[in-house]
């Protein structure tokens, strides 16, 4: 157990812990449903968890597609979670001066995955204090974040986190190499592997990413099997409906028997 995840309340259980939530803040209620369910699935299973939603998408493919309901509104919602359900909540950033205000509201400070290389981002959200969540870029190999964790450092951060989320495959595809979870675990920061985002089929001509959900238990099975220290994954009650990455989030219902089998594999490969 890394030390600094004591601030997000995460108790030592010997379980991976589990990150996952909508895509972004849709309305002010769903979110509290959504989290209130994954709370009691992880709760029973002793999973440590987290809540995650963006409070705006900044990284639409095209200039119609939803991105919030207001960024006050949005962390406001996140906070409001965050004290009624106990537990820490996690949001991307997209710029600087979205640093310090994200970081009234919430716990952990997530760098998209095509920012990762951004200096000054990585800067403003290391002198928060946050805990900061790196995704790993889909251009990059995971021995290169060796220097967002560096940054990081120098920058005076010191809890930090990466995710692996999918490399680049052609032009609308995504693979992981699992070769990545013990790389980057040289870092000696825990890594997570996103099961959702991983499964994108991102670039399509209709300018609405794509993905493949059927797989995301395949993905989840591999991840824990190599022992990633934390599964992070989106979710939604209907995700054909859903205002972002529906064709890549996990449907709410299968949460359940999901959790339940990548923990039968983790307590077996540990």
Same mark, same amino acid.
């Given at each position: ?69 207001? %960024? #006050? ?10 004290? *009624?359900?106990? @537990? +820490? !909540?996690?949001? &991307? $950033? ?78 609308? %595809? #995504? ?10 675990? *040289?870092?000696? @920061? +825990? !890594?997570?592997? &996103? $099961? ?75």
């Amino acid at each position: 157990m890394y030390p600094y995840l004591e601030k997000l309340r995460f108790t030592d259980t010997g379980n991976f812990f589990l990150i996952a939530g909508p895509c972004v803040i849709e309305d002010s209620e769903s979110p509290f449903r959504i989290a209130e369910r994954l709370l009691e699935i992880t709760d029973r299973l002793q999973i440590p968890f987290a809540f995650k939603a963006s409070y705006k998408k900044a990284n639409r493919s095209r200039v119609d597609s939803f991105s919030g309901i207001g %960024d #006050l509104k949005g962390l406001e919602v996140l906070r409001a979670i965050r004290e *009624k359900f106990d @537990v +820490p !909540v996690v949001t &991307d $950033i997209h710029a600087e001066e979205e640093a310090a205000l994200a970081a009234q509201y919430v716990d952990v400070l997530q760098i998209p995955a095509f920012l990762c290389r951004q200096t000054s981002l990585l800067q403003a959200a290391a002198e928060t204090g946050k805990v900061v969540n790196v995704k790993k870029g889909q251009f990059l190999s995971p021995e290169a974040m060796v220097h967002a964790v560096d940054k990081i450092h120098h920058f005076g951060g010191k809890d930090i986190m990466l995710t692996e989320r999918g490399t680049t495959f052609g032009y609308q %595809d #995504l693979v992981v190499d699992f070769r990545g979870v013990p790389e980057m675990k *040289k870092n000696k @920061v +825990p !890594v997570i592997v &996103d $099961i959702t985002h991983s499964l994108q089929k991102p670039n399509q001509v209709a300018g609405v990413t794509g993905g493949n959900p059927e797989m995301i238990e395949t993905i989840g099975r591999a991840a824990v099997a190599v022992g990633c220290d934390g599964i992070f994954m989106e979710t939604h009650p209907d995700p054909q409906h859903a205002k972002s990455d529906g064709a890549n989030m996990l449907r709410l219902d299968l949460a359940d028997n999901l959790l339940q089998t990548l923990l039968r594999i983790h307590k077996a490969a540990r």
